[in-house]
């Protein structure tokens, strides 16, 4: 079930393709590819219909903060699926690292300033 996050990505035109997939990975006998596909379809289908109104119910400011966080998930989320785990482990910890440091600074000279104030 690891590509499934990446078939969310597809319309929800491509759901009979994704069951005919499903169809021929069981034929086949690639059970995991095929329980991949149709979890993916029941999303497709499901997730619009259950969270909705949920999201329509939610002020719009705040979807607007909830977006450079999903955004950023889904470039995880491709990055490792194209290069693997550890090349996404490596560059989240080179951007936690560049953007740590200059706030763990700041953080330590306002600490100073406090103090000796």
């Given at each position: 079930m690891r590509?499934?996050?990446l078939l969310?990505?597809?319309?929800?035109v491509a759901a009979p393709l994704l069951v005919v997939l499903g169809g021929l990975?069981?034929?086949?006998g690639a059970?995991?590819?095929a329980r991949t596909m149709?979890?993916?379809v029941a999303v497709m289908i499901l997730a619009p219909v259950a969270l909705g109104p949920l999201l329509a119910a939610v002020?719009?400011?705040?979807?607007?903060?909830?977006l450079p966080?999903?955004?950023?998930m889904l470039v995880g989320g491709l990055v490792t699926a194209l290069f693997g785990q550890r090349v996404w482990?490596?560059?989240?910890?080179?951007?936690?690292a560049r953007f740590l440091a200059p706030a763990w600074i700041l953080a330590t000279v306002v600490a100073l300033v406090f103090v000796l104030v």
């Open positions: 590509g499934t996050g969310m990505l597809l319309p929800v990975a069981t034929i086949v059970r995991s590819f149709f979890t993916a002020p719009s400011w705040l979807l607007l903060l909830a966080a999903m955004s950023f482990d490596m560059a989240l910890g080179r951007l936690i």
